[in-house]
């Protein structure tokens, strides 16, 4: 379903520079889209129009198929659906107080006071901001700021948050933490739509992407149709992204499956091919006749196990201390993933829980359950990119457990199958602390 659409949209700035060229774009409810360009291209104008910002000098915007208008109510009533994050929080951010702030939107709706509190409690609970919401927001991080303009837009309970280059100067935990908020709230049915020069990002976040160069839509697609295209980067002064600048790499030297579209490392590690016989640097005390062990390869190799280390035997030393191996097969088990729902959390449980089922990793998702195992000295081997890195460690056999709550357990149980269904890898993956009631209920349903 089309949620947002521009038609032929045209905008110059009143010293006439031209800053937006006949832009028609479609963006569908529900889903992760990304504006791509270099500096300069029109993100930032397209965004502001989007919300009625900026108004058009040609085209038009519609909203659930209906043409915006410009009148202060409809304005009212667009700016409450399609909320925008700025790049710079602190055009966003001018309250005294981070509660004042995020209260400012739901007050300005004409929310009663106790909606209004109710609202902002839990809405800065849910972006991990309770602690500091008496504190002045400029002596917050650059992390915490972008949290609370965030927070500022959440509050209103938008249907479509467009955010400009969410990360601009994020330290890497601090995007992590912004972009698993982003994938939380997409979770829960926002439309989320973000600008950004990172190819990276784009590549491995978004469903849909439109790159943008000179103020126009160049070209649209999928991730993989618009990064796989070398034409389209250039066109648009952009680089491949890593993960398929590695790929191309590692398959002209015909290690890889051909035609595979890597955007993530488990995607790009399950796209190795298997190899019976290959050379390999070995450590010099290594003889002819000996066993080692070069690493984990899985898939192809074993396509009835879950998961493969493999050895391999050493059948000649060249002089140059290159050997010829041949790879043996030796199938393991993975190992697991389990995921404890933090909304029905007790220290006790999740501690007899990780000694029973001898939990070596384990990675907290959501700011609830990453406070949570900081206030009970819960140590975390993972913060960021907790279900990939999660599904890494169990294919290297490893025991992992996942911390989260609310949508984010489907959405971790969905990320993990999706991976098994693509790869043929069978990993063991389980709600540890099941809702009993709402099994029961389900049970008694069936
Ligand atoms: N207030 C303004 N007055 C005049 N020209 C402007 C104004 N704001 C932006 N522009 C111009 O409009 C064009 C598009 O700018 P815009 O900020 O939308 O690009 P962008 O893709 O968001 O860039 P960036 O990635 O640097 O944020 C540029 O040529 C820019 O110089």
């Not at 043409?67 to 925008?84: A, Q, T, V």
């Amino acid at each position: 379903m089309v949620i947002l659409e521009t038609k032929n949209l045209s905008f110059s700035y009143p010293d006439g520079t031209l800053a937006l060229d006949s832009i028609s774009v479609t963006i569908e409810k529900g889903k992760k889209i990304a504006f791509v360009g270099r500096n300069g291209s029109g993100k930032s104008t397209l965004f502001l129009s989007m919300n009625g910002t900026h108004r058009p000098k040609k085209g038009e915007i519609l909203f659930h198929g209906k043409s915006m208008k410009y009148d202060s109510k409809s304005l009212r009533e667009i700016r409450k659906n399609i909320g925008i994050v700025f790049q710079n929080s602190d055009d966003q951010i001018f309250a005294p107080t981070i509660y004042q702030d995020v209260a400012f939107g739901p007050t300005n709706l004409g929310y009663p006071k106790d909606k209004v509190e109710d609202i902002v409690n839990k809405t800065l609970e849910y972006v991990g901001l309770t602690h500091l919401k008496d504190k002045p927001p400029h002596h917050l991080s650059g992390g915490q700021k972008k949290r609370v303009a965030i927070a500022g837009i959440v509050a209103m309970d938008p249907e479509v948050i467009i955010l400009d280059e969410p990360l601009a100067n994020l330290d890497p935990v601090g995007a992590d933490e912004v972009m698993d908020l982003l994938n939380e709230l997409n979770y829960f049915g926002k439309t989320i739509i973000i600008s950004t020069h990172d190819v990276n990002l784009a590549y491995g976040w978004a469903d849909y992407v439109f790159l943008m160069n000179e103020h126009k839509v160049i070209s649209e697609g999928t991730p993989e149709a618009i990064f796989m295209h070398d034409d389209n980067l250039k066109a648009a002064y952009l680089r491949r992204p890593v993960t398929l600048e590695i790929y191309e790499e590692i398959k002209r030297r015909g290690l890889v499956k051909p035609q595979c579209c890597p955007r993530d490392i488990p995607d790009l590690v399950h796209s190795l091919r298997s190899q019976q016989l290959l050379w390999a640097k070995v450590p010099s005390e290594v003889k002819e006749g000996d066993y080692i062990n070069l690493g984990i390869l899985y898939g192809d190799y074993a396509p009835d196990s879950g998961y493969e280390a493999a050895n391999c035997k050493v059948l000649h030393i060249h002089e140059d201390g290159l050997a010829i191996v041949e790879m043996e097969r030796r199938p393991y088990r993975a190992g697991s993933i389990g995921i404890y729902d933090t909304s029905r959390y007790s220290k006790d449980e999740l501690c007899d829980i990780i000694l029973r089922d001898e939990i070596e990793c384990i990675g907290a998702m959501g700011k609830r359950s990453k406070v949570l195992a900081e206030r009970d000295e819960i140590y975390l081997h993972v913060t960021a990119g907790v279900v990939d890195r999660s599904i890494l460690n169990s294919l290297a056999g490893q025991r992992c457990l996942i911390l989260t709550n609310g949508g984010m357990v489907c959405h971790a149980l969905k990320r993990i199958k999706d991976y098994m269904e693509k790869s043929g890898i069978n990993i063991p993956v389980t709600v540890v602390n099941p809702d009993q009631k709402k099994s029961e209920s389900d049970n008694i349903n069936n």
